[in-house]
């Protein structure tokens, strides 16, 4: 006679989806950190090694003389704090002109609101490439060329901004707003002490997308700045990219150390990062 199986030994489907699910993350994340664990590796490395066969895997000794070879070469440690200040000016202008013109498209009525909402909605759809000549023509007549406001100022209206923040204050009670007023609060009052603490989620996603955009600009700081010392990351790091000989090893220090604040800033944000994301997801 069999005898039967206890219902212990037998691993329900639920358990065994769920170990599948999460081999297949473990699999996922294990190939998202491939390139950055590469990146490390290759930055303590002479670019010669590099093409070795097989490549090194393992940590190399040159780190502290490839740091001092980008520092002499772009001026690393300046060029930072040239992405960092820019940055930083950049993400706060921004953030608060977005979360100001989202509110007042989301909570204002006024004539024509549809028409202006209708007119950011068309500038997301227009290929930044189009605007390359007119707007290099207009800093020009400012002049502006190589300065810090032209790759900041013409910016600071960031429409996919506008659109988040006004999709977040949609969801904002108007009864508490109407309270405030009864109370005696003025408009601006209203907009800092009241509606924007409870957007915080989706302004802190705001911040993280702000600012990566402007730390990864490349293209319109190319083309604006003509001064070495002014130059941002990615200008500089474009500089290590010769017609003979391209410091691989320089590229992946460089890079590792310019995808440090990012990693930063998304730690500091991570729990708004993910709630503005999914703020709207679900309704209580």
Same mark, same amino acid.
């Given at each position: 006679m069999r005898r039967a199986v206890p219902p212990h030994a037998v691993p329900p489907r639920a358990t065994v989806l769920r170990a599948l699910v $999460?081999?297949?993350?473990?699999? !996922?994340a294990a =190939?998202?950190?491939?390139? /950055?664990l590469w990146m490390a590796v290759a930055a303590t490395h002479d670019t010669?090694?590099?093409f070795r066969s097989p490549p090194p895997f393992l940590? #190399? !000794?040159r780190l502290l003389h490839n740091l001092a070879g980008l520092q002499r070469t772009v001026g690393i440690? %300046?060029?930072?704090?040239?992405? $960092? #200040?820019? *940055?930083?000016v950049y993400t706060a202008g921004s953030s608060l002109i977005s979360a100001m013109c989202g509110y007042g498209l989301a909570k204002y009525r006024f004539r024509g609101r549809g028409l202006l909402l209708g007119a950011v909605l068309a500038t997301m759809m227009i290929p930044f490439q189009v605007l390359l000549v007119p707007l290099f023509q207009m800093m020009a007549s400012l002049g502006w060329i190589d300065s810090y406001q032209a790759i900041v100022v013409p910016f600071l209206a960031n429409s996919f901004g506008v659109l988040l923040m006004r999709q977040a204050f949609l969801d904002f009670p108007d009864e508490l707003i109407e309270? =405030? %007023?009864?109370d005696g609060a003025g408009d601006l009052r209203? /907009?800092?002490g009241v509606v924007l603490p409870c957007v915080r989620p989706q302004l802190g996603a705001l911040v993280i997308f702000t600012f990566m955009g402007q730390w990864n600009s490349f293209i319109w700081p190319l083309l604006m700045l003509n001064t070495e010392d002014k130059y941002t990351v990615p200008v500089a790091l474009n500089t290590l990219t010769g017609l003979s000989r391209v410091d691989y090893s320089g590229l992946m220090l460089g890079s590792l150390l310019a995808t440090l604040p990012l990693i930063l800033l998304f730690a500091l944000f991570q729990r708004q990062f993910v709630a503005g994301l999914?703020? *709207? =997801?679900?309704k209580g």
């Open positions: $999460l081999l297949l993350l473990a699999l !996922g =190939a998202s950190l491939l390139p /950055f010669s090694e590099l940590p #190399g !000794g440690g %300046r060029v930072l704090l040239n992405s $960092l #200040g820019t *940055g930083l309270s =405030a %007023r009864i209203i /907009f800092y999914l703020g *709207g =997801a679900v």
